[in-house]
Structure formats: structure tokens, C-alpha cells
């Protein structure tokens, strides 16, 4: 079997693998690379979720890239103009032509003795290939694609009608004049019920406990406003750097007046549904903001749909499904066609890959996170995430303009390897999880698999894209933690 050699392999080919490709041609334009890509297509998140209404869950200023403007009216944008998005990034700039499609990674074994990565993968017909590079870019999100997570059920096998995932959704579902039940409060169930209840007969969105829900314009009016008097580049960075400040600024404040911001909030959904809607039960988190993300609505369109009817929110448990819908804990049973468990993600560490380093597994719970983006004693390997409390790419370009800064640094000093490792006087650091203050389901089912982080810089897992500007971009390469070798 030939093995083919890149000087960089980007693993994924969604939002982040096609951003960091393109940071990789411009900055590092004599590297070879190839991108990985499991499924057959490009687009990731954006090409896997089909269900109705799927869309963003941030504003498209700061979800786009950095360096493409988003050209699009709509700030909240939907699925199929996100995919259109990456793909034209991909076309214009000639990354599509590096992806190796059902190219599915399984194990990564680092040789320090040749300073490469050798890379196993399996297409779907189980035929293997290898590859092998200096530096492996994971870009490979963070959640698994085959299967989404949902809980046990008592009675699911009872129910005689449909039960859909939304990762999985089928797309010849007939729901015309259903009754649909879609449990869950997150992002995904506030997208669908008001999608849905466009066609249905009823949509009830049956919750454990209510999330944050605030509704904003579907159009950036000031966006729209400044394209047509500024250049394209510049209306679009003045756009990005505002929506960036009111994020910034609305996460510290809710950081640091929890109890104001909750009061807001609440109050902004009692002036959409009326005095007389029981906000106290069904949109009144027991948590406080941003302990998980905020769910947003375009344009009102979840309160719309409970007002006029067509749907509702019950905030109840479940005791069994039944043949004919869920029987609920205070005895009350819905009666569904339908049930759609918006429930949410099962996580993936680094894509489920095996990892070695000279023939030694990788536990990746036992290392710390590097500047957020590697991993002590594991050389030339990095991965792209993005933000908790902001936009994904926010933080996915700053992070693969660090790695492209990294690699140029190795090649003017000639370095072929680069590992952070801990200092002496980082010994003593008291370890914390790699993401605090995040109460969300899918973080803490797997946070005893993630990485750990320390009690001081670089081994912080920030979440201020602020202070990641300074550490990613300006700080120096060289900083006594990245030991380098040739």
C-alpha cells in the first residue's frame, strides 16, 4: 500500500477544516496539505442536519469567516445559504480540490524519530490507506455524526407512530396536519417548532426544565445599511467588530449582574407572549444566562407560533411514552403522530481518533490544553473549536492563524517538531475542567474525557475572544512551554 506524504493534514472538511485551509494556503503558501473528510461531501454540520427551519444560532457576521464577507440580507441565516457559504470558500480559493472524501480517520501514530504523523483511515467500502505528514490540523468538530444522543425512554417501543431524531431526519416525513411532540428546550427544538407548526396540527415542545430564549431581528439593519455606502471588505469588518463588542460586552455583563440580565430577559418574553402566559414556568431557567448558551428566534417566530395557537410549551417530565403519545409525570398524556427527540449531542474527542506518540496511547484526559488548541507532550498536533459563549469561528480563525504562525516560525528557525510541555514551576498548577461555568448536558457527559486545564497562562482554555487575540496572535511563538526540536 503507497502511503501518501503532506506537509500538513487537515482532518474535516466543515466550517473549520475549509477556514483553516484557507489560513494555511495564504500564510504558508509552499506547504503541501490535504483535508480528510469522512462523508462525501463537504460542509460538516451544515451538510449533515436537514431538519426543517435548520439555521444558525449566531449572527453570520461572526459565524463567517474573517477574511469572506457574508453577503447574505438575513444575519440569522439558514442551513442551505451556510452551505452555500463554505462551498463558494472552498471553490474560489481551490481548497475543494485537496479534499479526500470518505476518507475516515481511525488512529494517529506520531514517530519522533522521523518527525511525522502516520495516518490510518477506512473508506465505507472498509478499504484502508495511510498517509503521512509533519503537522495534523483536527478539524473534526466536536460531536459524533453517526448518532445523536438520546435518552432511554420507558415504553419507546409502545408508541405506533413515528419517532425522528433531528440528525437524522427523513426527509419524505409527512408531517402535514400531524400533532408533533418535540422534546427538548435547546437550540434545536426553539428551530423546529415554529417550522414545523407551519404545517402540523399541533406542535408541543415538551421540556424538562425551559432554557433562555430571546428573539432578535433576522436582518443586521446597520449590516445592510453600511454595504451599500462602504466597500464590501470594510462594511463587513465594522459589522463583525460591532456584533463582536454587544457579544463581548453582553456575556461579561451577564457574568457579572446575573440577576439583572435574568430579570431582562424574562421580562423581554413576558412582553412577547402577554401577562397573562406563564413565563414563570416555561421560560424561566433555573440556571443563571450563559451558564448555557442562549437560544435565539428570528424574529419572534417561537412566540409567534405558541400565540396563534399552533403550538405550545409543556414543561412536565416524562413517566412512559404509550401506544397513542407520552404520558407525563403529573398525569396528564400528549397525543402525538410524532415525536421528535431534540435532546441533543453526543460528544467526540478529537474525532474518536486513536492517538500514539512512539507507540504509546494518548490519554488525552491526562494532558493539558496548550493555548486551547494543543495538548502537552503530544507534538504537531493541534485542533480547532470554537467558542462556548460566541460564534464558532470566532475563535476557529484565530486559532488556525496561530498554527499557520507556528509552522512559519518552525520553517525559518528549521525545526521539525514542536511539543508544549509543562515547567517546573507548573507542577503545583491546580487543575480545572476544560470548560468551567458551562452547565449544558452534552459538555458534562464527556468533560472527564476532555483535557484538563491549569490555573495560569498558556494552560488556560480561555473563552474571550479578546484575550485569545493576544495570546494567539501576538504573544510570542517562543515562550519557554513550546520546546522545538529538529
Same mark, same amino acid.
Given at each position: %500500500?503507497?502511503?501518501?506524504?503532506?506537509?500538513?493534514?487537515?482532518?474535516?472538511?466543515?466550517?473549520?477544516? &475549509?477556514?483553516?485551509?484557507?489560513?494555511?494556503?495564504?500564510?504558508?503558501?509552499?506547504?503541501?496539505?490535504?483535508?480528510?473528510?469522512?462523508?462525501?461531501?463537504?460542509?460538516?454540520?451544515?451538510?449533515?442536519?436537514? #431538519?426543517?427551519?435548520?439555521?444558525?444560532?449566531?449572527d453570520?457576521?461572526?459565524?463567517?469567516?474573517?477574511? =469572506?464577507?457574508?453577503?447574505?440580507?438575513?444575519?440569522?441565516?439558514?442551513?442551505?445559504?451556510?452551505?452555500? #457559504?463554505?462551498?463558494?470558500?472552498?471553490?474560489?480559493?481551490?481548497?475543494?480540490? @485537496?479534499?479526500?472524501?470518505?476518507?475516515?480517520?481511525?488512529?494517529?501514530?506520531w514517530?519522533?524519530k522521523?518527525?511525522?504523523?502516520?495516518?490510518?483511515?477506512?473508506?465505507?467500502?472498509?478499504?484502508?490507506?495511510?498517509?503521512?505528514?509533519?503537522?495534523?490540523?483536527?478539524c473534526?468538530?466536536?460531536?459524533?455524526?453517526?448518532?445523536?444522543?438520546t435518552?432511554?425512554?420507558?415504553?419507546?417501543?409502545?408508541?405506533?407512530?413515528k419517532?425522528?431524531?433531528?440528525? @437524522?431526519?427523513?426527509?419524505?416525513?409527512?408531517?402535514?396536519?400531524?400533532?408533533?411532540?418535540?422534546?427538548?428546550?435547546?437550540?434545536?427544538?426553539?428551530?423546529?417548532?415554529p417550522?414545523?407548526?407551519?404545517?402540523?396540527?399541533?406542535?408541543? %415542545?415538551?421540556?424538562?426544565?425551559?432554557?433562555?430564549?430571546?428573539?432578535?431581528?433576522?436582518?443586521?439593519e446597520?449590516?445592510?445599511?453600511?454595504?451599500?455606502?462602504?466597500?464590501?471588505?470594510?462594511a463587513?469588518?465594522?459589522?463583525?467588530?460591532?456584533?463582536?463588542?454587544?457579544?463581548?460586552?453582553?456575556?461579561?455583563?451577564?457574568?457579572?449582574?446575573?440577576? =439583572?440580565?435574568?430579570?431582562?430577559?424574562?421580562? %423581554?418574553?413576558?412582553?412577547?407572549?402577554?401577562?397573562?402566559?406563564?413565563?414563570?414556568?416555561?421560560?424561566?431557567?433555573?440556571?443563571?444566562?450563559?451558564?448555557?448558551?442562549?437560544?435565539?428566534?428570528?424574529?419572534?417566530?417561537?412566540?409567534?407560533?405558541?400565540?396563534?395557537?399552533?403550538?405550545?410549551?409543556?414543561?412536565?417530565?416524562?413517566n412512559?411514552?404509550?401506544?397513542?403519545?407520552?404520558?407525563?409525570?403529573?398525569?396528564?398524556e400528549?397525543?402525538?403522530?410524532?415525536?421528535?427527540?431534540?435532546t441533543?449531542?453526543?460528544?467526540?474527542?478529537?474525532?474518536?481518533?486513536?492517538?500514539?506518540?512512539?507507540?504509546?496511547?494518548?490519554?488525552?484526559?491526562?494532558? #493539558?490544553?496548550?493555548?486551547?488548541?494543543?495538548?502537552?507532550?503530544?507534538?504537531?498536533?493541534?485542533?480547532?473549536?470554537?467558542?462556548?459563549?460566541?460564534?464558532?469561528?470566532?475563535?476557529?480563525?484565530?486559532?488556525?492563524?496561530?498554527?499557520?504562525?507556528?509552522?512559519?516560525? %518552525?520553517?525559518?528557525?528549521?525545526?521539525?517538531?514542536?511539543?508544549?510541555?509543562?515547567?517546573?514551576?507548573?507542577?503545583?498548577?491546580?487543575?480545572?475542567? #476544560?470548560?468551567?461555568?458551562?452547565?449544558?448536558?452534552? &459538555?458534562?457527559?464527556?468533560?472527564?474525557?476532555?483535557?484538563?486545564?491549569?490555573?495560569?497562562?498558556?494552560?488556560?482554555?480561555?473563552?474571550?475572544?479578546?484575550?485569545?487575540?493576544?495570546?494567539?496572535?501576538?504573544?510570542?511563538?517562543?515562550?519557554?512551554?513550546?520546546?522545538?526540536?529538529s
Amino acid at each position: %500500500m503507497s502511503i501518501e506524504y503532506f506537509d500538513v493534514v487537515i482532518v474535516g472538511a466543515g466550517l473549520s477544516g &475549509i477556514g483553516a485551509a484557507y489560513h494555511l494556503q495564504k500564510k504558508c503558501p509552499s506547504k503541501s496539505y490535504a483535508i480528510l473528510e469522512s462523508r462525501d461531501s463537504l460542509g460538516g454540520t451544515w451538510d449533515l442536519f436537514r #431538519y426543517p427551519g435548520i439555521r444558525s444560532d449566531s449572527d453570520m457576521h461572526t459565524l463567517g469567516y474573517n477574511f =469572506k464577507p457574508w453577503r447574505g440580507t438575513k444575519a440569522i441565516a439558514d442551513g442551505k445559504s451556510i452551505l452555500k #457559504y463554505i462551498r463558494e470558500t472552498a471553490q474560489e480559493n481551490g481548497i475543494d480540490k @485537496h479534499i479526500r472524501y470518505g476518507e475516515s480517520v481511525k488512529r494517529a501514530s506520531w514517530s519522533s524519530k522521523n518527525a511525522v504523523w502516520t495516518i490510518e483511515t477506512q473508506n465505507s467500502g472498509g478499504i484502508e490507506a495511510s498517509f503521512r505528514c509533519n503537522f495534523l490540523l483536527m478539524c473534526s468538530g466536536y460531536y459524533r455524526y453517526d448518532e445523536g444522543y438520546t435518552p432511554e425512554f420507558e415504553g419507546r417501543d409502545r408508541f405506533q407512530g413515528k419517532i425522528v431524531h433531528p440528525q @437524522h431526519w427523513q426527509q419524505n416525513l409527512d408531517y402535514q396536519d400531524k400533532r408533533i411532540i418535540v422534546i427538548g428546550s435547546g437550540a434545536t427544538a426553539v428551530t423546529l417548532v415554529p417550522e414545523l407548526a407551519q404545517d402540523a396540527e399541533k406542535v408541543t %415542545m415538551l421540556q424538562r426544565s425551559p432554557s433562555y430564549v430571546v428573539s432578535r431581528p433576522d436582518e443586521d439593519e446597520i449590516a445592510n445599511l453600511l454595504r451599500k455606502f462602504l466597500p464590501e471588505k470594510l462594511a463587513y469588518a465594522i459589522t463583525r467588530w460591532k456584533s463582536i463588542a454587544l457579544q463581548q460586552f453582553f456575556y461579561q455583563r451577564s457574568r457579572s449582574e446575573p440577576k =439583572k440580565i435574568k430579570q431582562m430577559l424574562i421580562s %423581554m418574553v413576558r412582553q412577547e407572549l402577554g401577562a397573562d402566559y406563564d413565563v414563570e414556568k416555561h421560560f424561566t431557567p433555573s440556571y443563571n444566562p450563559w451558564d448555557q448558551r442562549l437560544c435565539l428566534v428570528p424574529d419572534s417566530d417561537l412566540f409567534l407560533a405558541i400565540k396563534s395557537g399552533k403550538a405550545e410549551v409543556v414543561t412536565d417530565r416524562i413517566n412512559t411514552f404509550t401506544e397513542d403519545g407520552i404520558l407525563l409525570e403529573s398525569g396528564t398524556e400528549l397525543a402525538a403522530d410524532i415525536i421528535v427527540t431534540a435532546t441533543g449531542l453526543n460528544l467526540l474527542i478529537l474525532g474518536g481518533v486513536e492517538f500514539f506518540v512512539d507507540q504509546k496511547p494518548i490519554e488525552f484526559a491526562r494532558t #493539558y490544553t496548550y493555548k486551547g488548541v494543543m495538548y502537552s507532550d503530544v507534538p504537531n498536533l493541534a485542533s480547532i473549536s470554537g467558542y462556548t459563549n460566541a460564534s464558532w469561528t470566532l475563535r476557529a480563525d484565530l486559532m488556525s492563524e496561530y498554527i499557520c504562525r507556528l509552522i512559519a516560525y %518552525m520553517d525559518r528557525q528549521g525545526f521539525t517538531q514542536c511539543t508544549p510541555r509543562l515547567r517546573d514551576e507548573d507542577l503545583n498548577m491546580t487543575d480545572r475542567p #476544560y470548560i468551567e461555568g458551562f452547565s449544558s448536558g452534552y &459538555i458534562q457527559r464527556v468533560l472527564h474525557l476532555l483535557p484538563k486545564q491549569g490555573d495560569r497562562l498558556p494552560w488556560l482554555n480561555l473563552q474571550n475572544y479578546q484575550q485569545d487575540k493576544k495570546n494567539l496572535l501576538k504573544s510570542a511563538i517562543e515562550d519557554g512551554v513550546l520546546t522545538f526540536e529538529s
